[in-house]
């Protein structure tokens, strides 16, 4: 048997590469077969590797579609598959301008309408007249029509006859206008390199007029008031997309447009997380938020999507008790106060490492005569509604004596010493200090994430000693996961409680 992976495979006979995808199970029936298996065409290393990129996107985009069950087919989105088939026709015509012409112009223009006397459409009743000109307006009805069949049934989409029947026109109206703009150009009236229909195909624009996709992020922004660091690096990847697209018009932005993109991605080694949630995701939540005000009719993101299993030695684990006594006494011979405080801080508290480099002296406090760390956003920016909480401090951090080292701090930011990042926050600089630290000590398992296993850790700590989840949630700032979760308050005795049940780890 074959391993198929994410990567080309090498045909030991041909030399040709394949691409080779195993069919989930719940979807065999749907796509008839166990295996998807094409070859890629080529004998070249990296040509194999973009063309793979591109069809593991195109096929992703299909199950996608074909888990979601039948859809009833838009007429925007209809306009936009249309597109592509009348793009790819534009194409060929580049190659060879003076090529007879199959779409008659004069034809396609009375397509979908009734003949004089007839009962049904011209794809039924025209080839049964003499009329040459009936008979060739039904042939290019069937044509749409079959065209239509077979880009519902690629994409996964519901093929039933309804959305045949409004893809068939989208593509014949798609059609008409690229024959149009052919001729304009044999005839000198058009230059083609600014025709509708282009070697990259943007499909006609839904509105009247162009949006700027910085007024979108900025109407986005305004409105939802991320903080610095999301709004900066949303924006960034609004402008990849820009740059892939080559226009800022939002307007102008297609689902192929974004499938496109996304295979551009895969095909540079991005991991499909980073793909999904760091490049889909800004863009889709972005765009929805101009659907939602009335600047653009579609969402060009929506449906768009990436289904790729992560690897079992990419995904992130807690350290291990070994692990984080190694850390943990490296850190009490350190004399800088971030390196001494902060990996004790979150191996018994699984708080962020972001969020313990920017607490204050004064967000250490006694409350109902507990020594408490209160996580709030006037310290410093928090990640979501749920990181804004009250963690009671372990046993183990004050017999380290971290509450005599608060006593001696100044009033304000604990860690001064650390320089706030570009958008204002110590947390930002302080993981990257602490991450080269960690690597420092030999722990460079890919694996681990220097300042995120921690929070790992302390969720297996809490299954391995019983710990409540509610309140384990509530300490780490994980979110509810039921109405009766959010009734009621988290007591600092009732934290305190089961957080020592997490035992001391014997650091010598």
């Known amino acids: 048997m074959i391993l198929m992976t994410a990567n080309p495979w090498k045909h030991p006979a041909s030399g040709l590469y394949w691409f080779r995808r195993r069919v989930p199970e719940e979807l065999r029936v749907l796509v008839g077969k166990r295996e998807e298996r094409f070859s890629l065409g080529t004998r070249e290393p990296a040509e194999a590797k973009r063309r793979h990129a591109l069809k593991a996107a195109e096929v992703e985009q299909r199950w996608a579609n074909l888990r979601l069950g039948p859809q009833k087919l838009g007429w925007e989105e209809a306009v936009q598959l249309g597109g592509t088939v009348a793009a790819q026709w534009s194409q060929q015509l580049a190659a060879d301008p003076h090529q007879s012409l199959f779409w008659d112009t004069t034809v396609g223009s009375l397509l979908w309408k009734s003949a004089p006397g007839a009962k049904g459409s011209f794809y039924t009743d025209a080839l049964e007249t003499l009329d040459p000109a009936i008979r060739r307006q039904g042939e290019l009805e069937g044509w749409c029509k079959q065209a239509a069949d077979s880009l519902l049934k690629d994409r996964g989409s519901d093929p039933s006859p309804e959305n045949v029947v409004t893809l068939a026109k989208a593509i014949s109206i798609s059609m008409q206008r690229a024959a149009n703009e052919h001729h304009e150009y044999l005839e000198g009236r058009s230059n083609r390199s600014t025709t509708f229909f282009s070697a990259t195909p943007n ?285 009621g308050e988290f007591p600092p005795e009732a934290m305190l409680r089961e957080l020592c049940k997490i035992p001391t780890l014997n650091v010598m």
């Open 203 to 487: 499909v006609a624009r839904l509105t009247s007029k162009s949006v700027d996709l910085e007024k979108v992020v900025s109407g986005w922004a305004t409105e939802k008031n991320p903080n610095k660091k999301t709004l900066y690096t949303w924006r960034r990847v609004v402008g990849e997309l820009a740059k892939f697209v080559g226009h800022t018009d939002a307007t102008s932005i297609t689902p192929d447009n974004l499938v496109a993109w996304k295979a551009d991605l895969l095909a540079k080694n991005l991991k499909a997380k980073t793909i999904r949630d760091g490049k889909l995701a800004p863009v889709r939540a972005i765009f929805q938020w101009g659907v939602d005000n009335r600047l653009l009719r579609e969402n060009p993101a929506h449906r768009i999507t990436i289904d790729l299993k992560a690897r079992s030695s990419e995904k992130i684990r807690g350290f291990t008790d070994e692990e984080a006594i190694k850390i943990l006494a490296a850190a009490r011979k350190e004399k800088d106060p971030v390196r001494r405080w902060v990996p004790w801080l979150c191996a018994y508290s699984g708080a962020r490492v972001s969020e313990v480099c920017q607490l204050r002296k004064e967000d250490i406090k006694k409350i109902d005569g507990i020594w408490c760390v209160a996580f709030a956003a006037e310290a410093g920016s928090l990640k979501n509604v749920n990181s804004e909480r009250v963690v009671p401090l372990h046993p183990a951090i004050e017999g380290e004596g971290f509450l005599k080292y608060v006593s001696s701090s100044a009033v304000g930011p604990l860690f001064s010493a650390l320089s706030p990042d570009r958008f204002g926050s110590r947390g930002g600089n302080g993981t990257k200090v602490l991450s080269r630290w960690v690597r420092s000590l030999g722990l460079d398992d890919l694996r681990l994430s220097p300042n995120h296993s921690w929070r790992h850790r302390i969720k297996t700590q809490g299954r391995r000693h019983g710990l409540a989840s509610d309140l384990l949630d509530a300490m780490t700032g994980h979110g509810r996961k039921t109405v009766a979760d959010t009734y």
